[in-house]
């Protein structure tokens, strides 16, 4: 089981250095008598990783009923913040505390774009219409700024070059500074009831 925390840990090298938002979900399977004692352990390490610089957020997810896999959530705003915390003494010590409370753990990690659309709190998503108006709002406020202050600028230029500068603009501002920024501030909108 060390061995299998050991390299689900490991933080590769094209995610280290990235500047974008990444969500990390760790699950394990909690043998049943340990439950409560893995419920103290998970409040513990989330709060440890919510104090590490870099951190967006975290949860734990429950199982279900006949199940007895937890999920871990953790969002940093970067690959390198990341690391930090999965290089970091605390988590470490951590890890060392839970080996006989859980069966190994199976690591995923998502970044960029998708990570926005994570679940970073709820274990049940709200409604898709709302994050659906709002990357549609967000989407159509770049586009029309791109066409008020930079399109006049470069009309000259052949359209499929205008084209790809518009699209990169949007995607740029959409990944990396608006979406995570708003999917934050408006989290209880985009949790609501469906």
């Known amino acids: 089981m060390q061995r299998r925390l050991a390299s ?3 933080t590769p090298a094209h995610l280290t250095a990235a500047g974008e938002p990444v969500t990390v979900t760790v699950a394990r399977d909690v043998r049943p008598d340990q439950r409560e004692a893995f419920e103290c352990w998970a409040d513990d390490v989330l709060g440890l990783a919510a104090g590490f610089a870099g951190n967006l957020g975290t949860s734990l997810l429950r199982p279900g009923p006949g199940s007895t896999r937890y999920h871990l959530v953790y969002r940093f705003a970067d690959g ?3 690391a930090r ?3 970091s003494a605390e988590r470490q010590a951590a890890l060392t505390r839970v080996e006989h409370l859980a ?3 199976d690591y995923a990690r998502v970044a960029g774009l998708d990570s926005f659309f ?3 709190t709820p274990p049940r ?3 898709r ?3 659906t108006v709002l990357t549609i709002a967000v989407v159509f406020a770049i586009t029309l700024a791109f066409h008020l202050l930079v399109a006049p ?3 000259s230029w052949p359209l499929p070059a205008r084209l790809l500068l518009s699209a990169t603009i949007v995607v740029v501002l959409l990944g990396q500074v608006v979406m995570p920024r708003l999917s934050r501030w408006l989290a209880p909108w985009l949790r609501g009831r469906r």
């Open 8 to 10: 689900a840990s490991s």
């Open 118 to 120: 994570t679940a970073l």
């Open 153 to 155: 600028h470069v009309a």
């Open 129 to 131: 219409w709302r994050l």
């Open 125 to 127: 998503p709200g409604p």
């Open 80 to 82: 390198e913040s990341l």
């Open 85 to 87: 915390w999965e290089r």
């Open 103 to 105: 069966e190994g753990a």
